[in-house]
C-alpha cells in the first residue's frame, strides 16, 4: 500500500505556495515564470500566495515606497487572475509565525549550505556595503514560508532550485530526528520560461532590481514604453529568427512570444521564417502590451477601491494564520516547548 500523504487539506486537495518579493516591481519575468503558473494551478489546489514583504527588507527599502509596492503587488496578483475567494493571498508580515519558525529552522540549518547558496553570492556581490545577516539566512525563511503551509508544490522559476533543494533538506532532516511534521515540497519549475533574460544583456536573468530598466519590462509598463524596451532589445549577428544557443537575444525573445501566445518555439520559428528580427519584435511588443493591457485595467480599478483590497489582504491572512498556528504548535511540540497556558 502506497503511503498516505502528509499535509493534506481538508478537502483532500495538495497545497500550493508561492511569493514574489516587493523589492521592485513586477516583471514579465516573474509573470511568465511564477504569476501565470500559479493562476494556472489555482483550481487544482489549495493554494497560498504571498507578497513575501519580510523578504525584501535584505536589501534597504524606502519604507513610504514598500508600502506602496506591497499594495500594489498585492493588486496586480489579483489583477494577473488570482480570485481572493478561492485562495489564501496574503503579506507576509502579516503572520508572524513565518519569523517564529524561520528562527527554528535556523537551528536545522547547517552553516556550509547557506554558504553554497548562489543568490546569496550574487547579491553580496551587487550590494558589497550592505552583507547582512538576514541575506545570509534568507533561505532560511523561505524555507519556513513553505513548511508553514505543509506546501507540496512551489511553482518557482529556475533561480530557486537551490533554495527549494534547500527546504527539502531542512524538511527531512527534522522530519528524521522528530518523525513526520513537515510535508516534502516538489519544485513546480516551467519548462519554457523559466529564466527570461535580460533584454540588453540576455546572457543573464531579468531582474526587477535591475538598475537598467531598459533590461526589464515592467506589468505596468505602458504600449509606448513596452514598444521601445523590445524594439531595443539586443539581439544577435545574423537575421535568421531562430532558437538557438548561440543566439541568446532572439532566444529570449522567442520564448517570451511562445509563453505569451501559447504556440511551441517550433510553431514559433515557423511563424516568423524568412522575416527579420525587426518583425519579431514588433509583433512581440504587440503581444505583450495586449496581454498586459487587461492586467493594467484591473490594476488601475482596484488601487482606487482600497477599501476592497485591505479587507480580502486581512482575511487572507486570518485563513493563512490559522494554518501556520497549527504547525507551528506542532513544531513547538516536538522540540519540547511548553504550550503557553498549558496549566490554568
Ligand atoms: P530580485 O531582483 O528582488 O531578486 P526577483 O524577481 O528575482 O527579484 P522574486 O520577486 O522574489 O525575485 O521572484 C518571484 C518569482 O519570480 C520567483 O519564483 C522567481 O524564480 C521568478 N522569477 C524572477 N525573475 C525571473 C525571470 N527572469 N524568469 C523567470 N522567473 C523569474
Ligand atoms: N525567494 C523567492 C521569493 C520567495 C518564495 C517563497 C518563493 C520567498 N518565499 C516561498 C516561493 C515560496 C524569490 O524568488 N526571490
Excluded at 509565525?97 to 535556523?106: I, K, S, T, Y
Excluded at 505569451?260 to 518583425?279: A, C, D, R, W
Aim: charged content about 25%; hydrophobic content about 40%.
Amino acid at each position: 500500500m502506497t503511503k498516505p500523504i502528509f499535509g493534506l487539506a481538508s478537502n483532500g486537495k495538495k497545497n500550493l505556495l508561492s511569493g514574489s518579493a516587493p523589492s521592485g516591481n513586477l516583471t514579465i519575468g516573474n509573470y511568465i515564470g511564477a504569476i501565470k503558473t500559479w493562476g494556472e494551478l489555482q483550481a487544482e489546489f489549495n493554494c497560498y500566495y504571498m507578497v513575501v514583504d519580510l523578504h525584501s527588507i535584505t536589501t534597504r527599502q524606502d519604507p513610504k515606497l514598500l508600502r506602496e509596492r506591497s499594495l500594489s503587488f498585492y493588486a496586480q496578483y489579483l489583477a494577473c487572475g488570482l480570485d481572493p475567494e478561492k485562495n489564501k493571498i496574503f503579506l507576509q508580515s502579516h503572520v508572524s509565525e513565518h519569523a517564529e519558525l524561520a528562527w527554528v529552522l535556523n537551528c536545522f540549518t547547517p552553516f556550509g549550505d547557506l554558504t553554497r547558496m548562489t543568490q546569496f553570492k550574487d547579491k553580496s556581490a551587487k550590494h558589497p556595503k550592505n552583507i547582512n545577516s538576514g541575506l545570509f539566512t534568507y533561505p532560511v525563511l523561505m524555507a519556513a514560508d513553505i513548511l508553514l503551509y505543509d506546501a507540496h508544490l512551489v511553482p518557482v522559476g529556475e533561480d530557486q532550485k537551490q533554495h527549494l533543494e534547500l527546504t527539502r533538506d531542512i524538511a527531512l532532516r527534522f522530519n528524521n530526528e522528530f518523525g513526520e511534521t513537515f510535508a516534502f515540497p516538489d519544485p513546480f519549475i516551467g519548462k519554457v520560461g523559466a529564466r527570461i533574460m535580460a533584454l540588453q544583456e540576455p546572457t543573464r536573468k531579468m531582474d526587477k532590481s535591475d538598475p537598467n530598466a531598459n533590461n526589464t519590462i515592467y506589468l505596468l509598463d505602458d504600449p509606448k514604453l513596452i514598444t521601445k524596451k523590445c524594439k531595443s532589445a539586443q539581439t544577435d549577428s545574423g537575421s535568421e529568427v531562430r532558437f538557438a544557443e548561440d543566439k541568446p537575444g532572439v532566444a529570449n525573445l522567442l520564448t517570451i512570444y511562445s509563453v505569451l501566445s501559447g504556440l511551441t518555439i517550433p510553431q514559433v520559428e515557423e511563424k516568423f521564417v524568412g522575416k527579420m528580427y525587426g518583425h519579431l519584435k514588433v509583433e512581440l511588443a504587440e503581444l505583450v502590451c495586449a496581454t498586459l493591457a487587461p492586467v493594467q485595467a484591473r490594476h488601475a480599478d482596484l488601487m482606487k477601491n482600497q477599501d476592497y483590497l485591505h479587507s480580502v489582504m486581512q482575511k487572507g491572512a486570518d485563513l493563512a494564520a490559522e494554518h501556520a498556528a497549527k504547525t507551528l504548535a506542532r513544531v513547538y511540540d516536538k522540540l519540547g516547548f511548553i504550550p503557553k497556558g498549558a496549566r490554568k
